[in-house]
């Protein structure tokens, strides 16, 4: 028998929150920031429903990374295509305080009134919140990234994870 | 045997929100709402705790009305005096969401991320929500009252209550 | 100015947990349990929809007393007609924690794998539970009452408050 | 640009509950519980903390599983080291709930009430369970396993995955 090791890896966890009818600009942030999350050796945690929560996700599984579905509903298969791990809390809208408490940082891309609770409740929960795309959010006392890369590499310092080298 | 009831009477429920740690103003302004509350006939809904909390039930309690306090915690005793009916969800913060579920309609006391949180969450439920002061909730597309009977008053009409006479 | 009153009335709330397909002596015995609550001021706590829930609420309206529900949906209209406090949560069959967790003590009348997880979760939450009809809970270490009266009896004084007055 | 799957792989999820104090017996069950799944390229889901779901979690992450852990707290580092996904609910125990709704199938190794609520509440939510150690639930109409690998072979048939290849 090997020797066990003392402890599993614990991969940082990013929740991209964003609403499910984005616009296009919106769509590619969200995609861009699951790619960065995926590359950065994170996994991507989010409401895995459509829109902003869709586009991360297959931002993150096409670079190999672990995507988390926060669901709504008691159903799994509710997910989008995307979400390797859908996780039915069966608790409505109550659940968007599970996205980002699940998360050691929160990146918000656009939204409206169901991504502004989730941005309320990460600080509320005292999780790091960057904005990618203000939506309701602009106005609040919150970094705002430039880019999708700057935002989930925020997070990830945040979080205490260097950035990645090149 | 007398003839039963067809149903029973259903009062409306209002839920006042805000910080523990308001300013006087503010104070004033969350019992005066509590008071508003009762004097209409409805129940008074809140957190359950300090600040603006207790200001509310405290002035609902002082007009007999019915005042119930949906408490982070699993202890029921660490509502504030003026709690008739303390309900411990146990549930930490993620009970902002039940604090709005709860209430016909929603009074917004100044606060912080807390209070910003459960005025996202009414709207996500569709619970009308007016603001007495808006704390961070300014800049968001939401009715701002004049003062507490005003807030009260738009609530209840927003439950399509009458205004109580004069 | 007259003197404020240090705090309010603070009634005990005792939940009935219960299916929503109970058989005629189940039936009987959940309105009797809500008859005996009210009766002794104490305020009633169940899951809000139909079957036992339902006979707990009549019983305990038809004495006047308070009626709470916990529904697992966002809609208070969907209460049975004697529910005067419909909580939506929204949260589903989650919410079986919050019936429980809501009252000082449980009467469980019968019921199938829903009663079963409130009676278990009441004592996760450490609430004194008695079994009025036991259903899927017997063989439990859980004391049985003989009936509603009895039941309603050992529930309240379970949580401090001595036996009514004849 | 590479052909995008339509989808990603969702490995089935089984939950393996039991309380946080068991025998030697249960530990063992446990852990064998936890290597099996991981053998059969299932994500092991449980409470996160000691005992049983300690064990569960070390087998399967000896076997290079993935370990999700649904904590009550708010903090992920409460988590037991062998847990590569801490998920905090800050529900207390009503994140039971949460486990066995976050998985496919449950296999529950002894335990008290609390394990009993999950029991319950996964067949509320028709999730299938197997009994390894039956605990409180003994005398309830659940499949009894016989040992670890079996009751992973039943819970993951229940899910519709075909038994593993010798």
Do not use: H, K
């Not at 989010?46 to 990374?65: F, K, P, T, Y």
């Not at 309320?120 to 960057?130: F, G, K």
């Amino acid at each position: 028998m090997t020797t066990r090791p003392a402890r599993v890896l614990r991969p940082p966890r990013i929740a991209v929150c964003g609403g499910s009818s984005p616009d296009a600009e919106e769509m590619r942030e969200a995609e861009a920031a699951g790619r960065a999350i995926a590359r950065a050796g994170a996994i991507l945690v989010c409401g895995g429903l459509g829109g902003v929560m869709a586009a991360a996700c297959r931002g993150a599984s096409d670079e190999g990374g672990t995507t988390i579905g926060v669901l709504p509903g008691r159903d799994p298969a509710a997910a989008n295509p995307w979400v390797g791990v859908p996780l039915a809390t069966g608790m409505g809208d109550a659940r968007n305080a599970l996205v980002v408490s699940f998360a050691d940082a929160v990146v918000a891309v656009g939204g409206a009134w169901g991504t502004l609770s989730e941005v309320a409740l990460a600080r509320v929960l005292e999780r790091p919140v960057v904005l990618l795309r203000p939506g309701l959010a602009r106005g609040l006392p919150l970094p705002v990234a430039a880019d999708a890369a700057a935002a989930v590499e925020e997070a990830l310092a945040a979080c205490g994870v260097p950035a990645a080298a090149g």
